[in-house]
C-alpha cells in the first residue's frame, strides 16, 4: 500500500531561534520570570492540610448509607450492592427488623471494605432503595486494615440524613 | 622557613590551626552542599511554580537533614554481582577529591589552607580526579545501564578536561603565575578576566558544567536512558556521597570560576575595607554561580552524546587554542582589546550563517514540494 503525502505546514525558525543562544536566553528569562512568580506567593501548589478543595458534587468519595428524612434507615439488605461490587468489597449479612417498622428486612451487619473498594460508584446504581450514595470523603486512613472496613454504625454517621425529594415509605 | 630548633610547640600550634581550618572548611563546604540541595529543589519547584519543601524548619532547611537522617536508616544494599571493594570505594572517591580542591582556594585576602605555587594545576588534576569514583562506581556495578554511564562519563570528562584546561591557558599567559592568589590579586589590580577573557570564561564555565555531570550535559546520569547511570546499584549512604560529590563538585568549580574569572574576593576595591568583606563578596559571587548552575539545570534539556562530543572537539577546542594563540598575540602587541575579536567575529559568524540557512531553508524541501497530494513517499535519502 503506497503511503500518501500530506505536507504539513511547519512554522519557519526565526533567526533568533537559528543562533540558539538567544534561545538560551530566552529560555533562562523564562524560568526566572516563573520562580520569582513563585516566589511572589503564585505558585500553583495548595497547602493541603492547611488549604482544602471544594470537592465537587459529582465526586465519588466514600460510598455510605443514609437515613431518610424521618431518620429511617433506608437500607433493606437486597444484597444488590453486594452482588454488584467488581472488587467485591461489601459484604451484607440480612436480618428481620423488629415490627412496628416501616420494612421488615435490614442489614444486621453492612461493611465495606474500604481498602478493597474502588469507587466506581456501581453500588449506588444498583440500589433500588436509594440507600448507598457516593460521598464527598477523600480522606479514609487508618493504622491498621481492620480500622478501614467500616461497618454499619460508621456508614450511616458518615452518610447522615438525606433530604429525598420521592417520600416512598410516607405512601404505602 | 625558621630555625627547625625554635621549639616543638610552635610547630603543634601550627599543625593544630591548619587541622582547624581544614574542619572548619570542611564543615562550611558539606553543609553547603547539604544546602544546595534544598536550594536545588526549591528554585526548580518555583521555576516550575511549585513551591517545593517547606514543611522542615524554617522555609524547608531541615529538609536536607531529614534527607540524610533517611539515608543513613536506609538498607545499605550491596547486590550479589558486583566487584565489592571497587564497588565501596567508588563514592569516596568521588567525595574525597571534591573536598580536597577546597584546600586551595582563596576565600578572602590571605585565607586559605595551603598557599601553593602551583594552586590551579593542583584545583584542576585533584578535581578531575573525581571522574574516577564515577567511573568506577559504574563499572564495579557490574550492570548494563551503570556501565554506560561511567563510560559515557570518562569520555566527557576526558574531552572536557582538555578545554577546561586549555581555557586557563590564557589567564596564566596574563597573570605569569599558577598561584590562585596572584591570579585574583591580578584582578584586583587590572579588571576581571571575565573582561580580559570573554572567551575564555565562557569556555570555561561551558566545560566545567561538564565536568560536573550537570545539565544540559547530564549524560552519565541521562534518567530518561539510564534508569539513574552510574548510581543505578546503589542505596543508602553510598547513594548519598554520590549525591554529595556532585554538589561538591559543583561548589569546586563555581569557586574556581570566581576566582580566575569573576576577581575573587575582589570587587572595586571594597575588599580592602576588611578581609570579611572580601570574603562576603567571594561567597556572593560563589553563590551567584551556583545559582546559575540551578537555572541552566531547570532551563535546558539535556544535549545527545553525539552533539555533546560535537561541540567539545570541534568548537569548543579549536576555539580554546584559538584563545591561547590570541592571548599571546594580545600580550606580545600590549593590546588587550584583541581578546574581544574572536568572540565578536564568532557572532557575526553565526549570525550570517544562520541568516544564509534561513534563506535556504525558505519554502518546503524539493522533493516534497514537487510531490503532488497523493504520490508514493520518495524514498528517503538517508
Known sequence: MAATVKPIARRKTTLKERLYFPSILHGMGITIRHFFRSLSGKAVTMQYPEERWEVKDNYRGAPVLV????????????????????????YI???????????????????????????????????????????????????????????????????????????????? | MTAPVVSLAVSLVDVLLIVGKVLLVAHVMLGLGAVLVWAERRVSAGMQDRVGPNRVGWFGLGQSIADLGKFIFKEDVVPGHVHKWMYILAPAITVVPALVTFAVIPYAPGMQIADLDVGLLFVLSIASLGVYGITLGGWASNSKYALLGGVRSSAQMISYEVVLGISTVGVLLSVGSLHLGDIVADQAASGWFLWRQPLAFFLFLTASYAETNRLPFDLPEAETELVAGYHTEYSSMKFALFFLGEYLAMIVSSSLVTTLFLGGWSAFGLERLHWAVGLLIFMAKTLFLLFVYIWIRWTLPRFRYDQLMNICWKWFFPLALGNVLLTAGAEALDLPVLMWVLPIVLVALGFAAAALAQKRDQGPPPELAAAPVGAPVPSSPR
Open chain 1, 67 to 90: 437515613k431518610d428524612d424521618e431518620g429511617r434507615p433506608k437500607c433493606v439488605a437486597c444484597s444488590l450492592c453486594e452482588y454488584v461490587c467488581p472488587p467485591k468489597a461489601i
Open chain 1, 93 to 172: 449479612v440480612p436480618g428481620e427488623l423488629a415490627p412496628g417498622n416501616v420494612v421488615e428486612r435490614g442489614p444486621e451487619v453492612f461493611n465495606i471494605n474500604m481498602l478493597r473498594c474502588i469507587f466506581c460508584g456501581l453500588c449506588e446504581e444498583a440500589c433500588p432503595e436509594e440507600a448507598i450514595f457516593m460521598s464527598k470523603e477523600f480522606e479514609l486512613w487508618g493504622e491498621t486494615r481492620a480500622e478501614l472496613v467500616y461497618d454499619k454504625e460508621t456508614l450511616y454517621a458518615l452518610g447522615g440524613v438525606r433530604q429525598d425529594p420521592i417520600k416512598k415509605w410516607s405512601h404505602k
